[in-house]
């Protein structure tokens, strides 16, 4: 799909109609986005949609985002295969406010942005397969092991001894159960 039909100037768009789109990338463009993302690899790739005007100066997308991606597992660096569909809603809008303060708050709405002049769909494509990605993925059966490190000659710390008011308990519980107060008659 060449630039101008992913690149679209909004102001040229006519109002009063969708805005119809299917982007398809080819292989070299999946291993480039592939390798943008740090994945294993990028089978499919897949965003149809439409932008279609919304009140007097807004615009709406409306897209499905279908691809298969093939992460590392976090565990075992194994390569795991996920399907994604995911359903793509952006607001884009001409009177949002900009923030001007170091720090905002994220709105409750997140699938608006403000007005741009030129809406490249490439972009909005990448940005919402980013987002739709599995944080951590996890190859069938992967688990970790325990794993104790330790400078040679000390012993290497572990969950229990990391809790030292469980030895207390234990005292405590064994006390209770003497009857006489854990003294000995």
């Known amino acids: 799909m060449s630039d101008a039909a992913t690149r679209l100037t909004l102001a040229r768009l006519t109002r009063g109609t969708d805005t119809g789109f299917e982007i398809l990338p080819d292989a070299q463009a999946r291993a480039a986005l592939a390798a943008e993302m740090d994945l294993i690899g990028l089978r499919k790739l897949r965003f149809v949609g439409q932008l279609r005007p919304e009140g007097a100066r807004d615009w709406r997308l409306e897209a499905t985002l279908g691809a298969t991606v093939v992460q590392a597992c976090v565990v075992s660096a194994e390569p795991v295969t996920t399907r994604i569909d995911e359903k793509i809603v952006r607001r884009y809008l001409a009177d949002m406010p900009e923030?001007?303060?170091?720090?905002?708050?994220?709105?409750?709405?997140?699938?608006?942005?403000?007005?741009p002049l030129t809406l490249?769909?490439?972009?909005?494509?990448?940005?919402?397969?980013?987002?739709?990605?599995?944080?951590y993925p996890r190859a069938q059966g992967a688990a970790l092991d325990t794993a104790r490190f330790a400078a040679p000659g000390v012993a290497p710390?572990?969950?229990?001894d990391a809790k030292p008011l469980a030895g207390l308990a234990a005292l405590r519980d064994r006390l209770a159960g003497d009857g006489n107060g854990g003294e000995n008659s």
């Open 157 to 160: 710390l572990t969950d229990e």
């Open 99 to 115: 923030p001007d303060a170091d720090e905002v708050e994220m709105p409750e709405d997140d699938s608006t942005d403000p007005l």
């Open 120 to 135: 490249e769909l490439l972009d909005v494509m990448a940005e919402a397969l980013a987002l739709a990605l599995p944080l």
